[in-house]
């Protein structure tokens, strides 16, 4: 049986998409929810197939852009306290048993994160944790990489946190940077290898919590293809150099079958 997910989202919608295809071929989770912020395509994209949106208003301070803290307010007048029951309550009227973050650029109420602790997801750009943090998403991140000159970017993967981008990495895959790239450039084929790596990683997490993660059971893991080593912060160098252990490359010169079974592989070959 699937195990019921909830994605939060801000904008198109495509890794949601990815997501969704990605149940027609066997997927461990189902999308059962969508939590957006803001009126986006991603909400629609969900309507089509008949799964529950919920539009909520998040308090001020807390985009992605902000200089907004991570304290939670235990004060259940304020707006934060507000916004953080509301979820909760949302989330567990559809037995969301993990969250999967698709270009939300919002901060996840601290009390969402420990209620769903090690059972979110993000996906990031960049090789983290290079061109993390407040104010990184979207263009701003492949701006940021092409002006750094470094030679790979790639998908990031990683458990969210009360703070941006620094929640432990479950999964890299590095991407080319080729001479001449434009944000748009490099931004196409970073996204690609999302639309590939963030279904493997949502059915590593749900298989993992099927079997009693995070309290029991096993972690969802990821291994480079070849060198048995475990994805982590050490995986990528910090200025997108490769360490010659990587598939650095792989986005520029496979087919599309291929880099998607060189993923589920790295993800200990479900769905093969």
Known sequence: ???????????????MQALLDHEQEGAAYRIELLITDRECAAEERARVL???????????????????????????????YTCASQLLRVLQR??????????FLRLVPAEVCAAYRDRILNIH?????AFGGKGMYGHHVHEAVLRSGASLSGPTIHF??????EGRILAQWPVPVLPGD?????????????????PAAADALARAVKDGWPNDGPAP????????????????????SSDGDQPA???????????????RRAFGGAGE
């Open 221 to 240: 893991a990821f291994c480079w293809p070849g060198d048995g080593q475990a994805a982590g912060p050490e995986s990528a160098a910090a200025d997108g």
């Open 50 to 80: 008949g799964r529950a949106v919920h539009r909520m208003e998040f308090p001020r301070g807390g985009a992605a852009g902000s200089d907004s803290g991570v304290g939670a307010s235990r004060d259940p007048a304020t707006p934060h």
């Open 249 to 263: 490359g792989d986005a520029g010169s496979c087919a599309p079958a291929d880099l998607e079974t060189r993923i």
């Open 94 to 103: 559809h037995r969301a048993g993990g969250i999967l973050l698709a270009g």
């Open 1 to 15: 049986m699937s195990l019921p997910f909830a994605v939060f989202a801000s904008g198109s919608g495509t890794n």
């Open 160 to 165: 969210v946190d009360e703070r941006y981008d």
């Open 125 to 129: 750009p960049a090789l983290l944790p």
């Open 182 to 198: 434009t944000p748009d450039a490099l931004a196409a084929r970073v996204l690609r290898v999302e639309h590939a790596l963030y």
